[in-house]
């Protein structure tokens, strides 16, 4: 996922003001979902992803594979 810089950095702005921003508006404007943006509001400007918790295909062969390398 990429993020736009202009679109933190007006969130960072709005922060240290003490605005609250309509996120459904912010998202217009720069192509993204207003949920994307809620969450860049809510973690100081990075969009927090949720690890995997399913295991690797290759986590049998991990082994092998490093002996060959």
Not at 3 to 29: C, H, W, Y
Not at 34 to 58: E, H, L, Q
Request: cysteine-free; proline content about 4%; overall charge positive.
């Amino acid at each position: 996922m990429k993020v736009n810089v202009n679109l933190t950095g007006e969130i960072n702005q709005m922060k240290e003001k003490g605005i609250k921003p309509n996120f459904s508006d912010l998202a217009r404007r720069y192509g993204s979902d207003r949920k994307t943006v809620k969450k860049i509001w809510d973690n100081d400007g990075k969009p927090k992803r949720k690890a995997s918790s399913r295991a690797s295909r290759y986590d049998p062969y991990l082994e092998e594979i490093s002996s060959l390398m």
